[in-house]
């Protein structure tokens, strides 16, 4: 339990914060978006991979989640969740473990898009992986391999569930039109791989997209049966150097300490290093590189032009963007640094200080990690 | 317990291996170099963060050791370990949890470079950080800052225990006379520090410096009293990069198992991405870039110029080095991907399966992360 006294600047750093009214809010403009468009959210859970988190976001119903590792399958389903799909290229060795979450009463959908899997999968619930922007796995939606993978399916006796696809290549698209455009290209080619299966005899019920710059810039989902996002619930610098987001958005950081200067350098050090902030450097490739995070007050309001220009296992280093000098920083200031990747932050910590648009801490959720 | 029947090939992946006897070689080489030297080892366990990867390392006498992070110092002294250097500027915040620690027993002993921390402690066993390579913290050898700021810790009642220094920009030197450079620089600055500090007044007994590669490279080190290291436990590819040791020596691997293939862009797919592999990219300043990892079989034996492209949190893409095309590993088959930085990848896990030379399991050792 958390004393009703507790504040941001009683708290031990490094450790993560988390603003609970931006979670609501950054789920609350999804939902209505995708209502507007009326398909529902199968919420990707690996970014909290916290019960408490996703409760704020999808409130007390156990709606379809979406897993990134058999453990958040296996932790959800003990919360009560039953509609699971395992969205990461389904491993054979991993059948026995799947097997013993099915017979505990989950409906588990796993994936694949490779045919010696196929063959060695049965009595198992499968989407056919699609690739429809050259980004990762899948199959071409217009691929001679699609037909053959799903009858390699049902041959082993599995139900060939339709398709899903992840446009990731949004993460490097930039501007409305852009992002729209790769919104339509992956439902585009999520549906059209679903009709070839179904020309071909499947039902193929299932067609999954999505990615948080696509969920959020769909301007039409015909055909799509049900979205999936994550990072949105905490957003990141990386999403808003897309500009998915507005960098106040941003339910996510690290609370740190001013520990030292360097004068001649005009650096101010803190105690979070990359072990508490991730090595992530995803706004590297962006037009503004945020180096390890944008270093905000206590209030969660960013200090101009102030990032984290390296980092060492347990040390920031804090400078101008410019390289130019910034006034020091007092020794013992406490910093709310803002990440660049969400999951990756989120994943060197064991839990969440929960405040609600003030200092003080109003809840502590505790967060998972691991395979 | 571990099953004398578990073998590498039976364990879910992604998950931590390390190999025992290479632990106990590569300490053994330190051990005796340092030996030669006159001057003791004061362990960094930063890096495993294992009470029984340390014991490999050190027996089971408790010496002294440093520590990044205070959760480090509890857990160690748990262990049996008394004399701890926690070898990160200190954040005045942190005293109550210190003294906690002293007050069961332990001789803890904190380092800082700052007049307003100075200001702040009492009761301390202090090392005043000195900066020999303009890396990171402290004040330099000859700075007019150094015997004020001893002053200023005696003043409020602290103990000048001498200074420390670590030459972190070792990991930026190429070839063994740099590196022997560089640990002569290191050296010759805190010996400086501490001549001065004894020169205006103050015992100053301790001279402590350290980082792996010159720990490894030192040819002399009068007047040093001990040396710190720690990645040299498991090395990594930034450390064979660096020419400290060979890739061979590298005790610590991810294990993965292939689950697809992208046959048009001469991609293999496993399901280790950065979250097991973390997002450390230490080997992309290197003249051999290593991507996230060395491929290797499930014996640890490189497979030639295949590496770790890129990854996404649960996927990590295999290809050769070159962008060529690979041959295929076909779906299930084991590897192992040694990783760019060992501090980083450990801290993605819980703990590490361990064998000793083969594929057998012959140990479970759990580590801890956090604060």
């Not at 039109?177 to 179904?198: N, T």
């Amino acid at each position: 339990m958390i004393s009703a006294m507790t504040g941001l600047a009683d708290l031990d750093t490094p450790c993560l914060v988390v603003d609970r009214g931006k979670v609501a809010a950054n789920a609350e403009r999804l939902r209505t978006h995708l209502a507007k468009l009326g398909v529902p959210l199968r919420l990707h859970v690996k970014t909290a991979k916290s019960l408490a988190a996703t409760d704020v976001v999808l409130g007390a119903g156990r709606p379809p989640i979406t897993v990134s590792t058999l453990r958040e399958a296996e932790q959800f389903f003990d919360g009560g969740y039953r509609d699971i799909l395992y969205a990461v290229g389904f491993a054979p060795h991993k059948q026995a473990r799947a097997r013993e979450l099915i017979e505990r009463g989950a409906q588990l959908t796993v994936v694949t898009d490779s045919l010696e899997t196929a063959r060695s999968l049965s009595n198992a619930r499968v989407l056919i992986e699609i690739d429809t922007d050259g980004h990762r796995a899948g199959v071409k939606p217009d691929s001679e391999a699609l037909i053959p993978l799903a009858r390699a399916l049902r041959d082993s006796g599995n139900t060939v569930a339709g398709v899903m696809t992840h446009a990731g290549e949004s993460y490097n698209s930039r501007g409305d039109a852009a992002l729209r455009a790769m919104a339509e290209q992956e439902r585009a080619g999520a549906v059209r791989a679903a009709s070839r299966l179904r020309e071909a005899g499947f039902d193929a019920p299932v067609v999954s997209v999505g990615s948080t710059p696509t969920a959020h810039y769909a301007e039409n989902l015909s055909g799509v049966t049900e979205v999936r996002a994550g990072v949105f619930v905490f957003f990141d610098l990386v999403m808003a150097g897309i500009g998915v987001c507005r960098v106040e958005d941003i339910a996510l950081s690290v609370l740190a300490t001013v520990n030292g200067h360097r004068a001649d350098k005009g650096w101010t050090l803190i105690d979070a290093g990359w072990m508490a902030l991730s090595r992530d450097r995803g706004t590297a490739k962006q037009p503004l590189d945020q180096g390890y995070g944008v270093v905000c007050d206590l209030d969660g309001r960013p200090i101009p032009d102030l990032i984290v220009v390296d980092s060492h296992q347990e040390h920031g280093i804090i400078a101008h963007r410019s390289g130019g000098k910034a006034p020091a920083l007092p020794v013992g200031t406490r910093l709310r640094i803002l990440p660049n990747h969400a999951c990756a932050t989120g994943a060197q910590h064991a839990g969440y200080h929960v405040v609600d648009g003030a200092r003080e801490v109003v809840d502590r959720w505790e967060r998972f990690n691991g395979w």
